[in-house]
Structure formats: structure tokens, C-alpha cells
């Protein structure tokens, strides 16, 4: 092939590729024996024989689709040459990569040299372009793919940790933070695998009920009021509850009974022609305006204690079961709650059926419903009502304790009513945590909510790790949500209509004196290691637990991809262990019953 006078320096151009390390470049004034070369580099992270060999075949396949009057070719003293896919001449590119990349071990440089017969700058980008595209979409999603398993192309990932400890008195303490290594000590190891997912994760929280809302509102001062919301619901300068159970109407936390449509003794109102959430207007739904406007992502569960009396046998809010003619306009109700809440700028993310219908108490409001009952009002009323209304709102059952699951059974096992049943609410104040598991294994496709576990008075002992314990257990057996009971409570557990009087808030509001002072109880400290780094929308993802008494832990991927691990040292003296994740590992002494939160980001890479 004649030689070809050397063209003129043009600039390099350059095309940013995400994917690789570097821009393709073009320099038009080299030459080789005689023969000016044109040479185009890009440079693909990290080194791999495998793309190498790609690109190889890629262009030995192509070539014969290119003009004949131009070769490609490059010293063999510098670049291994793949030579059986190519011909030793006429054909117009030869890939070729680093012999020997010891200087930059993560280099793949594929090195394009185009020999042209004399036809102008313009004619190497007519000739090369085409199949430096093609190279590139054949390619970047290997080394993409190559680059984010490679370790050697990681930064250092930097793990956030924040410990509290009673025994230390330490709430949500940031500490050094660690990095993970290639060496493991020889103590115990949490593996975390975030290649694994199971349930996802609606959030954290607990119940504004009448009588919380009542004391922010009347108690605080509107300057406190809003600090103790963003402390609450924020989660840049709080802790991010994401979850709030709303009851419809009052509960035994309330400051009187009431309904949604109360009618004088002997009245009914099948129609709901007097139905109106304005008793709410006053100061409930306020403060959820403005837990919404701190927290967007706040999902609201609304559950009723007791419809109105009118639809009762008891023909009041306390005791009594749902009349036969009652079961249509209860539905009615529902759906008018829920758009009512929604037009007052509140939406309603789920309802459940009835709170503990299994309990009647005699002090408080509440209703008597068997499963039976439950399911002839699911199936036959509240779904069709909820369906003809367009309301989107998802439907829970149950709404009881862990050592009473043969009631969602029931209802689940009934094809019909299942079928509109989101899942199972369940609380915590009887048998096991483990009941979750086996509603699990039964009913697969079922979501689980834990949304009532309240803490108070009768606890003893170490009370944040029993509080982190519920947490931990309920999520590991597939709950969606952990939500505790009262927001605020003051120093004496008040207000209350009766049933439980020494529940715990997640924060007390001490009216004692004037100003009211806001503190912050066990339960804050508890869901703040949880709800403040896991996000709504993440996914649990599989660690390995060493069961109560030892190290107890779930894990967590966000939506963001960042890692949260929860652990809890359930043991009487310190441990120290390691974090395992993709073959690296950090290690950190735990003191006993202190737990700490670990969060690190799993696609930090260099730029």
C-alpha cells in the first residue's frame, strides 16, 4: 500500500461515555513505517480480557461491511494483537488492547488505528465512527456491569454508625464512622446480602389519636408545637416517622366519645345525611396537614373503634355487635371517611375493618365482630362500596393480636373476601411475633402490618432493647410497618377514656407547669434507629441473626440503594463483630443491650 503524506493536526474531538473512563480521542499525525495512522482511543473500566476478546471478535465481523482501501494495524511490541479475527490486510480495523496494563490495572484500552489512501480528515470519522457506536452499545453494559462488581474501582464505602444505650445514656449518638476491608476477624459475622429481598417497607411509626392531637394542640405552644412535629416527622432534622394509624372517631384514647354521624337515642340515619369529620376540623386534622407537609411519603392507616351507636346492638359505641341492617350503611360510612379525609387534604392509604374485634370492652368504645361477620362485610359490602366509589384505599382484616391468627385464616381462606384484602393488621399484646410467619407461609401473596404495639408502665427492666427486639422481630417476619400506640401521652398517661392507664407515648408532654415541656420517651429513641434511615419503599434484604441473647439485626436496601442495618446486642456483656457485605467486611464492638444503626451507600464510585 502506497504511503500517504501526513494530514494536518486537528484538534482531538472527544464524546463523554459514561461507562468508560475517558473520552474517545482522535490524533491525525502518526505514523507507522511510512504510513500515516489515524488512531482513535477509548479507554473501558475495568481491565477484562473477556471485553477485550468482545470487541476482538465484534470488529472481525464487521469489517467486511467497510471500504477496502484502508487497513488498520499497530506495532505488536506495545498491544497484544488477536490476530486469527483478522485478516492480514484489506480490511480497515484491527482492535487492539494493553499487553500489559501494570501501571493502571483497571485500564482496557482499545486502540482503533485507521491507514487511508489520501481523502481529507473528514473521511477517518466517515470510515471509524460507525463502528465506534457500535462498539460502544455492544460494550457499556459489560463494563458497566464488570465496573460495579470490580473492588479495585470502589472508593473506600464509608459506613455511618449511631449508637444509643441506656446503660451509657446515649440516644442516636453519630460515631467514628468505619470502612469496610478485604480481611475478616475472627469473631462473629452478620452477612448482609442485598441481592435478597423480601417484603417491602411502608415505615414506622404510631397513632395520632384524639387524645395526642388534643394535647398538641391545647398544650404546647404553636412555636413548641411545630419543633416537636419536625422532630417527629421530619427526617433531615427529626426522625422520620412515616406511618400514622388514624382512629375513626374515639378510642380509649380520647377526650369523649364520639362518631362521624351521632344521633340522639332512638334515631338512626341509614342515609348518613348528618355525617361530618368537623370535630376532627378542630385539631386533628391540623396537625396531619402539617405532619404531611414535614413528611410527604406519610402513609395513614385508619381503623374505628366503634361505628355509630345507632348501628349497634347495644345502640351506643360501647359494647355491642353490628345490626344485619347495618352492614351497608357502615360501608357507607367508610367510603364517606375516606373522601372527606382526601378532600380535607388528608389521604387515606388503607382502612381496617375494626380495631381487636375480638375484644368488647366496657369502658371505651368498641364492637364485637367474628370472622364470619367480617367476612360477609368485606365481601359483600365495604369492597363493592369501595370499588363503586373509586376509592383506592387499601383494605386490612383483623386488626388483633399475634395469639388470635385464626381469625385472618378464616377470612383469607374465603376466596371472595381475600380477594379484597390487601393483607392482615395485627397488634402485639398476645403470643408471638412468630404468627407472623406462619400467615406468611399460608398466604404469601398477603401483606402484614404490625399497627399497634404500645409500650407503659408494666414493662420492666431494659426497655430500649425490648422496644428495637419488637422492631427487629416483627420485620423479620415479614411486617411491612411498625407502629407503636400513642404520639403524645402526658406525664400521667392522660387523657384517656379508659382501658389502658399507663400506656407509654412516643413522647410525653408534661403539662405540670407552664410552658409545657416536650421529652422524649424510649419509644422515640427505638423507632428513630429504624425510621429515620429506612425510607418508605425499601426493601428488607437477607442478613443472618444470631437470635435473642445474642446479636439480633434486619437489614434493609432503600430505594436510593443506600444499606441500613439494625442491630441489637441482646447479650450481658459487649460484642464485637463484623459486618460482612460482597466479599468485604467492618468490624465494631456493640456494649450489651446498646443497639446501632450502620448505613452505608452501595454505589459510591470513583468519577
Known amino acids: 500500500m502506497t504511503p500517504t503524506p501526513s494530514l494536518p493536526s486537528i484538534t482531538p474531538p472527544g464524546v463523554s461515555l459514561p461507562a468508560f473512563s475517558g473520552p474517545v480521542t482522535a490524533n491525525l499525525t502518526r505514523s507507522y513505517g511510512g504510513v500515516s495512522a489515524h488512531p482513535l482511543y477509548f479507554d473501558i473500566l475495568p481491565h477484562s480480557s473477556a471485553l477485550d476478546k468482545i470487541a476482538s471478535i465484534f470488529f472481525s465481523m ?79 453494559p459489560v463494563a458497566r456491569a464488570q465496573r460495579q462488581n470490580d473492588p479495585a ?20 449518638q453519630e460515631k467514628a464512622p468505619m470502612t469496610f476491608r478485604a480481611t475478616r476477624l475472627p469473631d462473629l459475622t452478620i452477612t448482609v446480602n442485598d441481592a435478597v429481598k423480601y417484603q417491602q417497607i411502608d415505615g414506622f411509626g404510631a397513632s395520632l389519636t384524639d387524645s395526642s392531637a388534643w394535647l398538641l394542640w391545647n398544650k404546647l405552644s404553636e412555636s413548641q408545637r411545630k419543633e416537636a412535629l419536625q422532630m417527629l416527622f421530619s427526617r433531615d432534622k427529626g426522625i422520620g416517622l412515616s406511618v400514622l394509624r388514624q382512629p375513626m372517631g374515639a378510642s380509649d384514647f380520647a377526650i369523649e366519645d364520639y362518631s362521624y354521624d351521632d344521633m340522639p337515642e332512638g334515631e338512626t340515619d341509614p342515609e348518613l345525611k348528618h355525617f361530618s369529620i368537623d370535630r376532627d376540623r378542630a385539631y386533628i386534622i391540623p396537625i396531619l396537614r402539617d405532619a404531611l407537609a414535614l413528611n410527604p411519603q406519610l402513609k395513614i392507616i385508619a381503623s374505628p373503634w366503634s361505628p355509630p351507636g345507632w348501628m349497634k346492638t347495644s345502640g351506643s359505641m360501647i359494647q355491642g355487635a353490628l345490626l344485619p341492617s347495618a352492614y351497608l350503611p357502615l360501608a357507607k360510612y367508610f367510603v364517606k371517611f375516606v373522601q372527606a379525609y382526601e378532600a380535607a387534604g388528608i389521604p387515606i392509604y388503607a382502612v381496617t375493618i375494626q380495631n381487636e374485634p375480638l375484644n368488647v370492652p366496657n369502658d371505651y368504645p368498641g364492637l364485637g365482630m367474628t370472622a364470619g361477620e367480617q367476612i360477609v362485610f368485606l365481601r359483600d359490602q365495604l369492597a363493592p362500596a369501595f370499588r363503586d366509589a373509586g376509592i383506592k384505599s387499601k383494605i386490612m382484616i383483623f386488626d388483633h393480636n399475634w395469639d388470635l391468627i385464626e381469625f385472618p385464616i378464616k377470612v383469607l381462606n374465603d376466596a371472595t373476601a381475600a380477594a379484597s384484602a390487601a393483607g392482615t393488621a395485627i397488634h402485639c399484646y398476645g403470643g408471638s411475633v412468630s404468627a407472623q410467619m406462619e400467615l406468611h407461609s399460608r398466604f404469601p401473596n398477603k401483606d402484614i402490618w404490625l399497627t399497634e404495639c404500645s409500650g407503659g408502665e408494666w414493662q420492666k427492666g431494659k426497655l430500649l432493647e425490648q422496644q428495637v427486639r419488637l422492631m427487629i422481630g416483627a420485620t423479620r417476619n415479614w411486617a411491612r410497618s411498625v407502629v407503636l400506640w ?27 407547669a407552664s410552658p409545657s415541656r416536650v421529652t422524649e420517651t424510649v419509644d422515640f429513641t427505638a423507632l428513630a434507629h429504624a425510621s429515620k434511615f429506612v425510607e418508605p419503599g ?68 470513583e468519577q
Not at 486 to 511: F, K, S, W
Not at 549 to 568: H, M, Q, T, W, Y
Request: with cysteine; aromatic share 10%.
Open 62 to 140: 464487521i469489517s467486511p461491511l467497510f471500504p477496502r482501501n484502508t487497513r488498520v494495524g499497530t506495532p505488536s511490541s506495545q498491544f497484544n494483537r488477536f490476530s486469527p479475527f483478522f485478516a492480514l490486510s484489506a480490511r480497515p480495523f484491527r482492535i487492539n488492547t494493553c499487553k500489559n496494563p501494570s501501571k493502571q490495572t483497571t485500564l482496557s484500552a482499545f486502540r482503533i488505528n485507521t491507514y487511508e489512501k489520501p481523502r481529507g480528515a473528514g473521511w477517518l470519522w466517515s470510515a471509524s465512527l460507525p463502528s465506534v457506536l457500535c462498539l460502544i452499545l455492544l460494550l457499556s
Open 153 to 172: 474501582s470502589s472508593k473506600p464505602l464509608r459506613i455511618e454508625v449511631f449508637q444509643s444505650s441506656e446503660e451509657l445514656h446515649e440516644t442516636m
Open 486 to 512: 400513642n404520639l403524645a401521652l402526658n406525664q400521667n398517661h392522660e387523657p384517656y377514656l379508659g382501658g389502658c392507664t399507663n400506656c407509654r407515648g412516643v413522647i410525653t408532654v408534661n403539662d405540670s
Open 538 to 605: 425499601a426493601y428488607r434484604i437477607e442478613s443472618n441473626s444470631f437470635e435473642q441473647g445474642s446479636l439480633e439485626d434486619v437489614a434493609f436496601k432503600n430505594p436510593d440503594g443506600s444499606i441500613v442495618l439494625l442491630v441489637l446486642n441482646g447479650a450481658n456483656a459487649p460484642i464485637t463483630f463484623n459486618i460482612g457485605w460482597r466479599d468485604k467486611y467492618a468490624s465494631y464492638k456493640l456494649n450489651s443491650s446498646a443497639v446501632a444503626t450502620f448505613r452505608w451507600t452501595a454505589e459510591v464510585r
